[in-house]
């Protein structure tokens, strides 16, 4: 089993923005409205606070109560649709019951778009066009697994899970005809009939369903390539709060080629995306 080491692949992405940024001739400013207080909503803004901090570039955070109304932060959004020094604008997900989140990811400027949401940037991806963003967590394990030297093209890759964060956009972009993807992706879900005999049969396994240990060895093919994107929060048996993914390591590690672990996989990843997003929006925008 090889351990697939996505803190350190992160940090090897945001060393080299590092240096374009400091060459760049302005600031670069990302905004993140977030309404209410989900713990780790509020665990990844403070990681996304931090990265910019390193990197040099303006993070303007607004912390909104949950019951602030949705025509709140959509005014909220047209601002910064409007401000120069805005490269990137990103809305904290999730958004409280009585949001509707596509109205809210169609306000955003598709230019300034880095969580590569709003539809014109999913068409893009979709239909294998250049100039837009694609979504930072699909696009952070298309590159865990490309720079790890774990062959994609022509794989059987299977995403547990369709949501419109991972899922769907995962399977959109390991399909198109371009360096380090050419895979033959399955999408199971909740309703999908023989899900394992579906999952035992993926060259790599992408775990996304939000649930925890749900991915155990009976469901994994030996040799597999087993990425996790699970991040839920459990007790331990003394009552201390600790990270764990989708996958049940301790029983999948041992079958696997290749996993990624939970923390330091997918998380730095989505992270460092978000940045070079945000930076090539500046490059975009002069």
């Known amino acids: 089993m090889n351990l697939i080491d996505g803190k350190k692949i992160a940090s090897q992405i945001l060393d080299e923005l590092a240096k374009k940024i400091a060459r760049f001739p302005r600031k670069i400013g990302l905004a993140v409205l ?30 909104l109560d949950a019951d602030t109304s949705p025509e709140t ?10 401000t120069p020094a805005i490269d990137g604008i990103l809305v904290q997900l999730p958004l409280p019951d009585h949001y509707n989140p596509q109205q809210i990811t169609r306000a955003i400027d598709p230019n300034k778009d880095v969580d590569g949401f709003h539809p ?43 949501s419109n964060i991972v899922g769907k956009p ?3 972009l390991l399909v198109q005809k371009r360096r380090g993807c050419n895979a033959t992706v399955t999408i199971v879900h909740s309703q999908s009939e023989h899900l394992s ?47 764990v993914g989708d996958v049940d390591f301790s029983s999948v590690a041992p079958i696997a080629s290749w996993i990624t672990p939970v923390p330091g996989g997918v998380g730095p990843m989505t992270i460092a995306l978000l940045m070079q997003n945000t930076y090539e929006s500046a490059l975009r925008r002069g």
């Open 120 to 162: 014109m940037n999913v068409g893009k991806l979709l239909l294998g066009e250049d100039g837009g963003f694609i979504p930072c967590t699909p696009h952070g394990i298309q590159l865990l697994l490309e720079k790890s030297q774990i062959e994609i093209a022509g794989k059987h890759v299977v995403i547990v899970g369709r």
């Open 73 to 82: 932060v959509l005014q909220k959004i047209e601002v910064l649709n409007h």
């Open 170 to 172: 995962l399977a959109a």
């Open 34 to 63: 977030m309404v209410g207080d989900n713990p780790g909503s509020q665990a990844y803004v403070r990681m996304k606070k931090k990265a910019c901090a390193q990197l040099g570039i303006d993070s303007l955070t607004e912390q």
């Open 197 to 243: 005999d579906i999952t035992r049969t993926a060259d790599i396994l992408i775990a996304a369903i939000g649930q925890p240990h749900f991915i155990t060895n009976k469901l994994v093919k030996p040799g597999a390539v087993v990425v996790d994107v699970g991040i839920n929060r459990m007790q331990d048996e003394t009552g201390n709060v600790k990270l």
